[in-house]
Nanobody, 120 residues
Framework: QVQLVESGGGLVQAGGSLRPSCAAS????????MGWYRQAPGKQRELVEI???????NYADSVKGRFTISRDNAKNTSYLQMTGLKPEDTAIYYC??????????????WGQGTQVTVSS
């Protein structure tokens, strides 16, 4: 199993930047992808960005050009660089790891979430 700990959320004014991180521990060799998701008030959880073991990425249209995901495999950590923050980015941000076992069964682990609040 894997444990995930997010840090680096906070309160920022519109146009500002944040770079939350997600540190993984446990069965880290099994990690395939690392991702960030968010859930805004009154909204469903949505994908923000993911990065796979081969370095490929995917991200939501709403954050293209503003957010960038990266990973440091030596530290088992992912980062979400957020720039040009908007009030509509306000949400709880959750990090995630995706795993596949020898029977090709897929598993996900989640962090506890970190609050990002963007003021007008």
């Amino acid at each position: 199993q894997v444990q995930l700990v997010e840090s680096g959320g906070g309160l920022v004014q519109a146009g500002g930047s944040l770079r939350p991180s997600c540190a993984a521990s446990g069965d880290t060799p099994s990690i395939n992808s690392m991702g960030w998701y968010r859930q805004a008030p009154g909204k469903q959880r949505e994908l923000v960005e993911i990065i796979r073991s081969d370095g490929s990425t995917n991200y939501a249209d709403s954050v293209k050009g503003r957010f960038t995901i990266s990973r440091d495999n030596a530290k088992n950590t992912s980062y979400l660089q957020m720039t040009g923050l908007k009030p509509e980015d306000t949400a709880i941000y959750y990090c995630n790891t995706q795993h596949v076992d020898y029977l090709r069964r897929w598993y996900d682990y989640w962090g506890q979430g970190t609050q990002v609040t963007v003021s007008s």
